[in-house]
């Protein structure tokens, strides 16, 4: 990949990979059971090959958003 710089611009090819870094640590990903309270929660349902059962469980066809953005859930239950 060559970098073409304009007279006088203080683009190197460091600084321009240190920018497209720090863009793609901001990708999306998807969310996983291991993110959530419930990686250990006996009601999850594998995500391992199925990434939408990250969104449901025994007790919710669909978590709500307070689960899903990382707060606890009532259910939650450890073997």
């Known amino acids: ?3 073409k710089l304009k007279r ?3 683009m190197s ?3 321009e990979f240190e920018k ?3 863009s793609e640590q901001k ?3 998807p969310i996983r059971n291991s993110d959530l309270i419930c990686k250990d929660c006996i009601l999850r349902f594998d995500d391992s090959e199925i990434l ?3 969104s449901k469980c025994e007790m919710y066809d669909s978590k709500p958003n ?6 606890g859930c ?3 239950t450890v073997n």
């Open 1 to 3: 990949m060559r970098f």
């Open 8 to 10: 006088g611009s203080k």
């Open 13 to 15: 090819k460091d600084s």
């Open 20 to 22: 497209r870094i720090k």
């Open 27 to 29: 990708a999306t990903r």
């Open 52 to 54: 939408g059962n990250t």
């Open 66 to 71: 307070e689960i899903i953005n990382g707060n």
């Open 74 to 76: 009532p259910f939650h």
